[in-house]
């Protein structure tokens, strides 16, 4: 995207006098150079920390890419009032556990596989940071066994999910997948709130009565599920007295606890690499898979690429209006036919674990983000130009060592879309736009990719005009 503030910049550098003014009668110049040599290597990396409510839940193994475990632990997000209004614990009917996923690609690998859930309770709060390599043991007892339930990416029924907690939209059509509970479990959280309301404020205070569960498949393997969302509804029935006569029973329910991006919620994840992917990385290809696989340190020729650009310019005044990158690559052949990550973060690598663990947003200066083309089969990081106006401007055009090395890894974002606008006297029908919120670690699905570093094209636009 091209910026709508232009930066005038000199053969050396420039000063703020002269930044915003503009060049009449200038000669513009694109310049896409796939000379300039991209290179990286792959790298482990097996341990992330999870910044997202998504869970992944089953056990998948796929030829070609490997085999992916995924159990998940999360913290409750308590309902801060809960329905009592002429209820006693007798009034309680039901509760389920709810795990609602995406009607299109909510799982990988084989619906039809028969698979199998247990759900235990937890027996003290999780730790954070908390991370993919966690180890559940020590924090439930196998006695504490609160369901047990068949399931598959196709069970459970469809409905629009009213809720705002999750990262999905509400308004979503998803697939619910419901697991029955103790009923003693909802009795003893109404009881619970009957007694201290105020312990259902904060997550934290709730996490003494209840610290949470753990989810893992117990049976089976053919797929994964990519769970966007998980809550506690609690069912129960009130004697009503209708038109001052007739006595009826009506039922109704209510969400007592959900999963939010206020609590500790965690994917346990193993994968284990396939022996073609450990052999293309071994061969020096760089090789990206998720969740918990391989990212890609890569070198960046910037230095080059202002030398080049400065020897174009000469003395004339130019205006950098672009600087982009694409990143062509080829999908490794896989059982289940497992996709690209859709989103990829370039951040310097010096800057990485801060960028994570701060739960940043790209700034285009030393992090950016790219989307998958399916029809190219390509990335572009197209919001480079504030990292080389940066170089210029306030380094003199020298780059250092960490302005070199950056990490690319698959990343998952969450969006906000804002509706189309209404008005009292008309309707306006522009597309709604979406803002992103949040980048993290990708633990949505099984994914894979090759990128073609000698491939890779950087493409620099700018505008000059001769001096005399």
Not at 47 to 64: F, I
Not at 192 to 208: C, G, I, M, T
Request: glycine share 4%; hydrophobic share 35%; net charge negative.
């Amino acid at each position: 995207m091209i910026l709508a503030a232009l930066v005038l910049l000199g053969m050396h550098s420039c000063t703020d006098e002269t930044i915003g003014v503009s060049i009449t009668d200038s000669v513009s110049s694109i310049i896409e150079d796939s000379s300039f040599v991209i290179t990286g290597h792959s790298v482990l990396n097996d341990r992330v920390q999870m910044r997202t409510t998504t869970k992944m839940l089953g056990d998948l193994n796929a030829a070609g890419f490997g085999r992916v475990t995924a159990s998940a632990v999360t913290m409750w997000m308590p309902a801060s009032k809960i329905d009592t209004a002429r209820l006693t614990v007798q009034s309680l009917d039901s509760c389920r556990l709810k795990l609602r996923l995406p009607v299109y690609g909510g799982y990988t690998g084989n619906a039809q596989a028969p698979m199998r859930l247990d759900v235990y309770r937890l027996n003290k709060t999780l730790p954070n940071p908390i991370y993919s390599d966690f180890d559940p043991t020590g924090y439930y007892d196998s006695n504490d066994l609160l369901a047990s339930e068949s399931y598959s990416p196709t069970s459970g029924w469809l409905e629009v999910s009213s809720t705002s907690y999750s990262e999905s939209t509400s308004g979503d059509t998803v697939r619910v997948i419901s697991v029955p509970m103790p009923l003693t479990l909802a009795q003893e959280i109404f009881s619970a709130y009957l007694s201290d309301p105020s312990r259902f404020l904060n997550p934290r205070d709730f996490a003494d009565l209840f610290p949470g569960i753990y989810i893992t498949n117990s049976y089976g393997s053919g797929h994964v599920l990519n769970i966007k969302a998980t809550e506690l509804d609690v069912y129960y029935h009130r004697h009503c007295i209708v038109n001052d006569t007739t006595e009826v029973d009506s039922t109704y329910s209510q969400t007592y606890l959900a999963s939010t991006p206020e609590v500790v919620s965690n994917n346990i994840i193993r994968y284990q690499i396939d022996d073609a992917v450990k052999q293309m990385v071994n061969a020096g290809e760089a090789i990206i898979a998720a969740p918990a696989g391989y990212e890609v340190q890569l070198r960046f020729p910037i230095q080059d690429i202002i030398d080049k650009y400065r020897a174009n310019v000469g003395n004339s005044q130019s205006i950098i209006n672009k600087l982009s990158l694409e990143l062509p690559v080829s999908i490794p052949e896989t059982e289940y036919d497992i996709q690209p990550p859709t989103y990829l973060l370039m951040v310097k690598t010096s800057k990485k674990d801060d960028f994570i663990n701060g739960d940043s947003l790209v700034n285009n200066k030393d992090s950016f983000y790219a989307v998958y083309d399916a029809t190219t089969r390509s990335y572009v990081f197209s919001g480079l130009r504030d990292y080389v106006i940066n170089i210029i401007n306030n380094q003199g055009g020298f780059a250092t060592e960490d302005d070199f090395n950056f990490t690319v890894t698959p990343v998952d974002l969450t969006t906000y879309t804002y509706p189309q606008s209404y008005s009292y006297y008309y309707y306006s029908s522009s597309s709604a736009t979406s803002v992103v919120t949040k980048i993290s670690p990708m633990v949505s699905r099984p994914a894979i990719v090759r990128l073609l570093l000698d491939k890779a094209k950087v493409k620099m636009t700018y505008s000059k005009q001769i001096v005399d």
